[in-house]
């Protein structure tokens, strides 16, 4: 059974810096692309970033490109989300998916996810 | 970039009736990439339907998907309690990954 738990999400002040964590089980993080979507208060669902199973392709959203980095640890089953300079507009809850497909396949079907870590930026 | 468009934003419906959310994107959705999902307020989304139309394992027959290029729809044909929360669509083509911007299913 495929669980994912994010931890990580406080409350913190603007221009500090975060870090996400999602404890897989179930599946080998190493084996699929992973990937990171936030949801703001009142809003959508956001596609912030992936990781491919080999860790040699990593892509970001343009919203967050730059401040924002992706990382797994093979030996503990996790991925990670490195949240450098927050800004307000950067609350939000950040959920930790898998990623069925990526770029040989032409596709990335999200197919597991957790159920969210929250974020709340604010002086 | 495909932008989704969900409508209606908000559904009211009883138990037992049938819901139609529509999705339609602003340009043709690469070999139907396009997913739906299921949200209840503080649990993990789920996966309803792939490739526009098949659903995902154990997922109950009263969810169906249908549509193609640019026009898509989630169809719920007999509402049980369980199934009033959000609702959104994807494209799944490439990245960015885009969302429509939800729907809710309300009593």
């Known amino acids: 059974q495929v669980q994912l738990v994010e931890s990580g999400g406080a409350l913190v002040k603007p221009g500090e810096s975060l870090r996400l964590s999602c404890a897989a089980s179930g599946l080998t993080v190493n084996d699929y692309y992973m990937t990171w979507v936030r949801q703001a208060p009142g809003k959508g669902l956001e596609w912030v970033s992936y990781?491919?199973?080999?860790?040699?392709?990593?892509r970001y959203a343009d919203s967050v490109k730059g401040r924002i980095t992706i990382s797994r640890d093979s030996a503990k089953n996790s991925l990670s989300l490195q949240i450098d300079s927050l800004t307000a507009e950067d609350t939000a809850v950040y959920y930790c998916?898998?990623?069925?497909?990526?770029?040989?396949?032409?596709?990335?079907?999200?197919?597991?996810w957790g159920q969210g870590t929250l974020v709340t930026v604010s002086s | 970039e495909i932008v989704l468009t969900q409508s209606p934003g908000t559904l009211s419906l009883s138990p037992g009736e049938r819901a139609t959310i529509s999705c339609r994107a602003s340009q043709s959705v690469t070999s139907n990439y396009l997913a739906w999902y299921q949200h209840k307020p503080g649990q993990a989304p789920r996966l309803l339907i792939s490739?526009?139309?098949s659903r995902a394992t154990g997922i109950p027959d009263r969810f169906s998907g249908s549509g193609s290029g640019t026009d898509f729809t989630l169809t719920i044909s007999r509402l049980e309690p369980e199934d009033f929360v959000l609702y959104y669509c994807q494209h799944y083509g490439g990245s960015p990954f885009t969302f429509g911007q939800g729907t809710k299913l309300e009593i």
């Open positions: 990781i491919s199973n080999g860790g040699t392709i990593k």
């Open positions: 998916a898998r990623v069925r497909g990526g770029v040989l396949s032409g596709y990335f079907l999200i197919d597991y």
């Open positions: 490739g526009a139309s």
